[in-house]
């Protein structure tokens, strides 16, 4: 049985859970390996609505472990809010592993993302606000806080000492904040360290016995390749690798024991925060595109930035991803526009390029050069064979396989879990 890699293939809130919804209860393990609370998917359960924001989607699937590798970065408070809002909805997340090598939010992170934005200015990356940024930069300086070090109170006030004493020249000196004290850090996180106790394990060395057992991961991907931060449109990016090669770095799987990488992708373009965007729309089509879709974020509230689908961008994820399928979600919201743009290359200053401009200059003076196709008034909500399509969706679909340079193997048509086409097998071995 295979090792599945998940990730959003444009900037993020493509709708993973779609594609996990389809590989379903065939799933042992799933694995969140990057990222933190920057994160979020909406959860549907009897009829209440909650927000995750840290834990893996497969929390909510009895039967699956979840886990969380040592690439995430952890804000304790927000992972036991999410555990205790669980427990109270009658979930029982008690099958939560996480890696002791994983990262700590520390809450003196979570101030430096606010204060580094406001000081940035125009030039703000328009981050989550969650201290993303910041404990990766802890993580890399090697002055960072690592689950593991809860169970050694020496050796964890000495490496948070060792942090504040830069951190509160800067917060006292540039930013004109209070001074935090090693002992108000501590003792705080110090509070979560038993009740986590049992969670915490070598995740590397149960995912490869579970491999070994012949059991089915899911690698699930925060953000997006175009927020990744070798691969995205840096600056604009998040701080960690949420492209394929993340999966292996962020759980200590490695790459060969990987079979198939899945990209999820609206069937539109949509991204919150700063930085460049070909296709946004600034007219009725982008209202209608954020009205239709729903398109506001999950864990900012913010509208998201719209516009028509960029095979650009798809084709660069198929590409540094290694994607063998898409999955492309909500198709239709499409439903009733007579005729669809699709971002086929860019004109960057009377220069078509084909391949995504790398240099930031380029990528943010490209404007999309459009193939035209037509639409369908029909409602698709109903179809679950790619024939119930109508022609000209079918058409649109098979257009931006092509483009993308990648087949798509499934189709969401509606919100509800159900409401998918489903053309290849998303737990397919490599290379069939
Ligand atoms: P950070 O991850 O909070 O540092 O934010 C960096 C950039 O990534 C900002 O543009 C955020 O809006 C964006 N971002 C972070 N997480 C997500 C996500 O899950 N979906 C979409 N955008 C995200």
């Given amino acids: 049985m295979p090792a599945v890699v998940l990730v959003g293939a444009q900037w993020g809130d493509e709708g993973k859970g779609k594609a996990t919804?389809?590989?379903?209860?065939?799933?042992?393990?799933?694995?969140?390996?990057?990222?933190?609370?920057?994160?979020?998917?909406?959860?549907v359960i009897g009829d209440q609505k909650f927000a995750l924001h840290l834990l893996p989607s497969g929390i909510l699937t009895p039967g699956v472990t979840p886990v969380?590798?040592?690439?995430?970065?952890i804000d304790l408070n927000v992972l036991f809010q999410e555990i205790d809002g669980l427990i109270e909805r009658g979930v029982d997340p008690s099958a939560l592993l996480v890696?002791?090598?994983?990262?700590?939010?520390?809450?003196?992170?979570?101030?430096?993302?606010?204060?580094?934005?406001?000081?940035?200015?125009?030039?703000?990356?328009?981050?989550?606000?969650?201290g993303i940024g910041p404990a990766y930069?802890?993580?890399?300086?090697?002055?960072?806080?690592?689950?593991?070090?809860?169970?050694?109170?020496?050796?964890?006030?000495d490496k948070i000492e060792g942090a504040l004493e830069q951190k509160n020249h800067l917060l006292v000196k540039v930013y004109n904040r209070r001074a935090i004290t090693v002992d108000e850090v501590a003792d705080e996180l110090l509070g979560y360290r038993d009740r986590l106790a049992p969670m915490v394990t070598d995740t590397s060395l149960v995912l490869n016995q579970a491999l070994d057992r012949g059991e089915t991961v899911l690698f699930e991907g925060g953000q997006a390749t175009m927020l990744d931060v070798d691969h995205g449109t840096y600056p604009f990016v998040t701080s960690s690798n949420a492209t394929a090669g993340g999966a292996c770095t962020g759980s200590g799987v490695g790459p060969a024991r990987i079979d198939s990488v899945i990209g999820v992708a609206k069937a539109y373009t949509t991204r919150v925060g700063e930085g460049p965007m070909p296709t946004e729309l600034f007219d009725e089509f982008g209202e209608h595109l954020r009205d239709v879709g729903h398109e506001f974020g999950t864990t900012t509230g913010r509208p998201r930035r719209c516009g028509w689908y960029d095979a650009v961008v798809t084709r660069f994820a198929t590409r540094v991803n290694g994607l063998t399928d898409i999955v492309l979600t909500k198709l239709d919201v499409l439903t009733g526009l007579e005729e669809i743009p699709v971002c086929v290359a860019y004109d960057v200053n009377g220069v078509r390029h084909q391949e995504l401009p790398i240099d930031q200059a380029d990528f943010a003076a490209a404007t999309p050069v459009y193939e035209y196709l037509p639409g369908w008034s029909e409602d698709i909500t109903g179809a679950r064979e790619f024939s119930d399509l109508p022609q000209t969706a079918q058409d649109y679909v098979m257009a931006l396989e092509k483009v993308s340079n990648c087949r798509i193997s499934a189709i969401g048509v509606g919100p509800g879990r159900e409401e998918i086409v489903v053309n290849h097998d998303l737990l397919h071995a490599r290379g069939e």
Avoid: C, M, W
């Fill in 21 to 43: 919804d389809v590989l379903g209860s065939r799933v042992d393990y799933v694995v969140k390996f990057n990222g933190g609370n920057n994160a979020g998917h909406t959860v």
């Fill in 68 to 73: 969380i590798g040592n690439g995430v970065v």
């Fill in 99 to 130: 890696s002791s090598a994983a990262h700590i939010i520390a809450p003196y992170a979570r101030t430096l993302d606010n204060v580094t934005e406001r000081f940035l200015g125009k030039r703000k990356i328009g981050t989550t606000g969650r």
């Fill in 137 to 157: 930069a802890d993580k890399i300086n090697r002055v960072g806080l690592r689950i593991g070090d809860l169970y050694n109170e020496q050796l964890l006030h």
